[in-house]
């Protein structure tokens, strides 16, 4: 898994990197009539609908690089023709991935920015201290 939201793993006749970019996922939504967290709720919980993972992995596969004509081949020898089940997985994996990310990022977490105790910013500061008193 890579910062831009794609998977590699094997499937089908090897091994295939996926992504689901801002184009993708409009396709993806246009094929199955609902958004993002939808798709992949349906998807996690088992009421998916056969375009659900057939155009997830179609379009990811797209995403990750591969031409539109061999996706579409990829996805008809190994999609249409095996139990849907078998697919699943690999299904809920690119949505997961192009969601939230790859695990090893952790969410919300970021580098510390460099510390400034508020001292520091008052002491450069050109006004003078208001705690100061007043000169006589």
């Known amino acids: 898994m890579s910062r831009d939201g794609s998977v ?3 499937w089908g006749d090897g091994e295939h990197r996926f992504r689901l970019a801002i184009g993708e996922w409009r396709e993806l939504q246009e094929k199955t009539g609902v ?3 939808e798709l992949l709720q349906r ?3 088992g009421r998916w609908r056969v375009d659900d993972i057939r155009e997830t992995l179609r379009v990811g596969l797209i995403g990750g690089g591969m031409k ?15 139990p849907l089940m078998d697919n699943v ?12 990310g ?13 510390a400034t ?3 520091t910013e008052m ?4 006004s003078p201290n208001s705690m100061a008193p007043e000169p006589s």
């Open 8 to 10: 590699s793993f094997a």
């Open 35 to 37: 958004g993002p967290a």
């Open 43 to 45: 998807v996690s919980t």
């Open 68 to 82: 539109p004509l061999e996706a579409l081949g990829l996805v008809t020898r190994y999609v249409d023709v095996f």
């Open 89 to 100: 997985p690999a299904a809920q994996a690119v949505l997961i991935t192009a969601l939230v």
């Open 102 to 114: 790859p695990p090893e990022e952790p969410v919300g977490k970021r580098e510390p920015a460099e």
């Open 117 to 119: 105790t508020e001292a």
């Open 123 to 126: 002491d450069a500061s050109p």
